[in-house]
């Protein structure tokens, strides 16, 4: 354990040391480009400005930062990584800045005006101290609403990774909402009553609006040493005026939460969707065809990694000895590169060649030993090949390398946390015998379904959308707009992914859509989708699904799933 030790320290430094490289790319806003935009290194102090065409160009270091600023633009950070080369940056203009001239009649809303808005603004929330608008608040206060609640299958899913720096979850055995911060518990708000414990099974099914206060600023009322307030809205506590016809008053015209399914493709893609290159191995009428298609496409497209990926996947069925040429030719170009590296090792394990997979998830540990996620992926990569005592081992290093510093952290660390915990967990009730531990307490139900996303490029944003047998959906948006407190943490620490488990309260088939919105560069981000059936327990099964994202701003079906799972015992 001693020497691993040392040789996972040497690492760090190696990967830590690296030097500045160059950084360019264009900067654009609702598609053209900004002239004169400020771009600064934190580190280093070099800054330097986008010409008339939006281009720029600027040395870093990985895990430097660098910030993007314009007048009447949203500032932008972006935190450097070890591939990064080209960062395309898409700035918005400042909402609060038109919003200003209207300020102060905003202020001057007293709290009947604001109870009479409730119904229609879906910025107002009730607390103890009164009704209090997002955009007036004077601290950052994020709420959710009764759309977003009623889609989610239960609490857990609905509050994993919605508000920054916060871990919820339902307790099994007390029934208790269980919410901390970094620095502590919180303390809960629900109707304008201040309570420090809450049952799950008294408000879910009956919450129209929730809200996290983390700031010192709107936390200090509530008492000394509160770090945080959960506000809870309920339907049954929140009683509004309303008309003489009993109608809200101002009230919003009603959403459409179902989805349309004709607006949703298939993520596999067709005609346009597809790389010329791809088009043209589809339509081959054999193999020989499509190798010929493939050699005339060499020419032109020959020093690009995912032609040859893309390439691989499409003869893996036809030719397996023609597929292992192009796959050693892709491995190749991409052998210093993780993000590469990480695609093809998606696609390898969802064909089930996991020795394959595993020396590249390896390399790719040697490139980056200080992210999380080299450390859950080796881990269970080393599952993957029956190995349960090497898993454990990686994560008891992970857990030494923080407790002595050498690894980051930050506000957002609990979610990382958690979802290495659940890890460590199914590692030790499932090879509770090889690993000679006693059994630990699940806290889900046995039968639950886990879906675990991973994106080869962290930089990715996107849009999970999950619709249930009703065709209702509730969505995780995965965008700098939405969780930039959650995608700045991801760079620091190092992972990229996300779980979710779904319960058997909604039965049938469901589906899984996901909306790509890019990367910062122009080149195509995989996901890996892990689905566990009966998670958790020893007839628990998993299933690998690989999809590459490209076409942007388009719902895209990736799969479909069945709850309950059928189990069938060999």
Not at 300 to 311: E, I, R, V
Not at 519 to 539: D, E, F, M, W
Request: some cysteine; overall charge negative; proline content about 3%.
């Amino acid at each position: 354990m001693k020497s691993i030790t040392i040789t996972s320290i040497f690492l760090l430094f190696v990967t830590l040391s690296h030097g500045q490289k160059t950084i360019r790319g264009k900067i654009t806003n609702a598609g053209s480009p900004l002239q004169g935009v400020h771009i600064t290194n934190l580190s280093s102090g070099d800054n330097t400005g986008s010409d008339q065409s939006g281009m720029y160009e600027i040395l870093a270091k990985p895990k430097e930062e660098l910030r993007f600023t314009y007048i009447g633009m949203d500032t932008l950070s972006v935190i450097v990584e070890d591939v990064t080369r080209i960062l395309n940056i898409q700035m918005k203009m400042r909402v609060e800045q038109l919003e200003e001239v209207t300020v102060s009649k905003r202020v001057l809303k007293g709290q009947k005006e604001l109870e009479v808005e409730y119904d229609s603004n879906p910025n107002i929330i009730k607390s103890a101290f009164g009704y209090l608008n997002k955009e007036t608040s004077g601290y950052s206060l994020r709420i959710l609403g009764e759309e977003e609640i009623e889609m989610a299958p239960h609490l857990d899913f609905l509050l994993a990774g919605r508000f920054a720096g916060v871990s919820a979850k339902c307790n099994p055995f007390t029934d208790e909402l269980e919410v901390y911060t970094r620095n502590g518990g919180v303390v809960f708000d629900v109707d304008g009553v201040r309570l420090d414990r809450i049952a799950c099974s008294t408000i879910f099914g009956n919450i129209r609006r929730i809200a996290f206060i983390s700031g010192l600023a709107g936390t200090t009322r509530y008492g000394f040493g509160v770090t945080g307030v959960m506000i809870i809205n309920t339907k049954t506590g929140t009683i509004t005026p309303k008309e003489a016809d009993g109608k809200p008053f101002d009230q919003a015209k009603l959403r459409n939460n179902y989805l349309n399914e004709s607006a949703v493709v298939n993520a596999e893609g067709s005609g346009a969707s597809l790389p010329g290159y791809l088009k043209e191995l589809k339509e081959s009428q054999s193999t020989e065809a499509a190798k010929a298609v493939f050699e005339e496409n060499k020419l032109k497209y020959g020093n690009h990694p995912f032609f040859y990926l893309d390439s691989y996947r499409y003869f893996y069925e036809k030719d397996i000895a023609y597929s292992n040429a192009i796959f050693d030719t892709y491995v190749g170009l991409a052998e210093e590169n993780p993000v590469l590296l990480k695609a093809v090792a998606y696609v390898l394990e969802s064909q089930g060649q996991r020795q394959k997979a595993h020396s590249l998830y390896k390399q790719v540990y040697k490139l980056r030993p200080e992210y999380a996620q080299s450390f859950i992926d080796m881990a269970n990569s080393y599952r993957n090949l029956d190995q349960p005592e090497s898993a454990a081992s990686l994560y008891a290093r992970h857990t030494y390398l923080i407790k002595e510093g050498l690894l980051p952290t930050d506000s957002m660390s609990m979610e990382l946390a958690a979802i290495m915990q659940r890890e460590v967990d199914n590692l030790f009730d499932l090879d509770n015998g090889s690993l000679k531990i006693k059994k630990r307490k699940k806290d889900f139900d046995e039968r639950s379904t886990r879906l675990v996303f991973d994106w080869n490029d962290s930089e990715a944003e996107f849009d999970l959308q999950f619709v249930n047998p009703e065709n209702q959906y509730f969505e995780w948006k995965h965008t700098m707009e939405e969780m930039p407190e959650r995608i700045r943490s991801e760079k620091e620490l190092g992972y990229a992914m996300a779980d979710f488990l779904l319960d058997n309260e909604l039965l049938g088939r469901w589906k899984v859509n996901a909306t790509y919105h890019g990367n910062k560069q122009v080149t195509p981000t995989y996901i890996k989708a892990t689905i566990y059936r009966n998670y958790g327990s020893k007839l628990q099964s998993k299933e690998v699904k690989v999809f590459k994202l490209g076409m942007q701003g388009v719902n895209q079906h990736l799969f479909d799933l069945r709850i309950p799972s059928e189990v069938v015992q060999n």
